[in-house]
């Protein structure tokens, strides 16, 4: 069981680039969340999914793109990279009623310079 | 969503039990409580949760009052490998639909 796959581990943009944060799980979960990490500070909700074809912002989702065509990806774009979007995401997904709450990749490292 | 308040770091000795103390006095009847760790560079990890009076896995137990007004996490003969920065959360017991809210955690040092 792989759990929650996030890909890259690291990335570099210059400001205004595109890309995508990939994330793939293998549990069935219904749910699917992004997070940014900055240094010293407490995770912050960007975008959550309850299932396919429904997303919804959470506390910081300026900047951000999310997109759930299937059950088992939840990909977060960024549209026109900018400094301060520089910090560590991390995806995350759980089950109605989990008791092992929600399960995290392990990250991917963006800077933007 | 209830706000939940809990120390900002502690410090502890190898072997010695360490207890986490979380507030959250707004908690709704149906939300639970739940902690994670995280380590450096890692994603946070499910640790342990609860609804009411207590509960214990491998890793920790966790202590709720009858006015589930607050918790507390119990690790007991902590070692090393137990520093890192643990979080409090209270919600739904899957940890909600629309995802989580984290605050600031407690970091915990525990040294030799």
């Known amino acids: 069981n792989a759990g929650v796959t996030q890909t890259p581990k690291f990335q570099v943009l210059k400001t205004g680039q595109s890309m995508t944060l990939q994330c793939a799980q293998d549990?069935?979960?219904?749910?699917m969340s992004w997070y940014r990490q900055d240094p010293g500070m407490g995770l912050r909700l960007i975008h959550y999914?309850?299932?396919?074809?429904?997303?919804d912002q959470g506390e910081v989702p300026n900047g951000y793109n999310v997109s759930r065509s299937t059950t088992e990806d939840f990909p977060l774009r960024l549209l026109s990279a900018a400094p301060s979007q520089t910090s560590v995401y991390f995806c995350?997904?759980?089950?109605?009623?989990?008791?092992?709450?929600?399960?995290f990749g392990s990250g991917t490292r963006l800077t933007v310079v | 969503l209830a706000k939940t308040t809990q120390p900002i770091s502690m410090d502890s000795y190898e072997g010695q039990e360490v207890n986490i103390t979380c507030s959250h006095n707004?908690?709704?009847?149906?939300?639970?409580i739940t902690w994670y760790q995280q380590f450096p560079s890692q994603g946070p990890r499910f640790i342990i949760q609860?609804?009411?009076t207590k509960v214990t896995n491998e890793v920790a137990s966790l202590f709720i009052p009858a006015d589930r007004k607050s918790s507390t996490l119990s690790l007991p003969r902590v070692s090393l490998s137990d520093t890192a920065v643990y979080y409090c959360?209270?919600?739904?017991?899957?940890?909600?639909?629309?995802?989580?809210?984290f605050g600031k955690g407690t970091h915990l040092i525990i040294q030799p």
């Open positions: 995350a997904s759980s089950s109605t009623g989990d008791r092992h709450g929600y399960t």
């Open positions: 549990m069935n979960h219904e749910y």
């Open positions: 999914s309850v299932g396919a074809g429904i997303t």
């Open positions: 707004n908690i709704a009847t149906n939300d639970y």
């Open positions: 609860g609804y009411k």
């Open positions: 959360l209270v919600g739904d017991s899957g940890g909600g639909a629309d995802g989580l809210t």
